[in-house]
């Protein structure tokens, strides 16, 4: 073997290892839909959601109603995941992370905005749109949405937040993270990190109640393990 090619191999593998790693974030990945939770050890239910899946859209309303409905024994966290067919995923996944800087209290009014703009936002829809155009407006639908509850400010520390390496970097940890737990599509599941491949967005209320409420009970009695 070539010396050189030897010599270099070996400088490159560690330094392969190191770009296709996930760097770690400084806290878990996510957003926690409440985080008020009193119980020390709350069932946890982990939702991959790309704020530009239809699927992911009607998923959400019994989502969210389970998540008020269990409460303190019960913790939601949405990770935001982009689905490349998706083209503007990765700015809505973006925008999430940019809003639960700015103020924690926006980041599921934020998805709950995309979800009723959809259609806006489109892959077909966008087509012929600049990427830029398409971020202005998700700024200005933010901004116009949540005017009377946002400083002055806010709009253009929004924006500054898509040139935030920072902030793109968080988003693709979100996607890497994703990745790592092998979701491919949305709306994906984890309850307690066990993957729950049957839910998706057809699932009803009493659908998840039948499948929190047991664990529920664990919590608190005896340890049973069947
Ligand atoms: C954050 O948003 C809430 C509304 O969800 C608002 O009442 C509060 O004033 C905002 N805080 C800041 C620092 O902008």
Known sequence: MDMK?????????????TTAGIP???????????DTSSS?????????IDPLCSDS??????????????????????????LPYHHNAFFACRAMHIINKLNSTLTYPLLELFFENQDSFSTSGTIEETPSSVIERIVELATNSFSNLVSSGFESDFKAGFSDPGMDMMTRISFKFGCSRVVVGTPYFFVNGIPVYDADSSWNFIQWAELIEPLIGNNKGAHSIA
């Open 57 to 82: 859209a009607d998923a959400w309303p019994t989502v969210k109603r389970i998540a008020q409905h269990f409460q303190d024994d019960l913790m939601l966290i949405v990770h935001p995941f982009p």
């Open 40 to 48: 020390s050890s709350p069932v946890l239910l982990e939702a991959f």
């Open 5 to 17: 090619f030897l010599i270099l191999s070996i400088f490159w593998v560690p330094f392969i290892r």
């Open 24 to 34: 770690i974030p400084p806290r878990y990945d996510g957003f926690i839909f409440s």
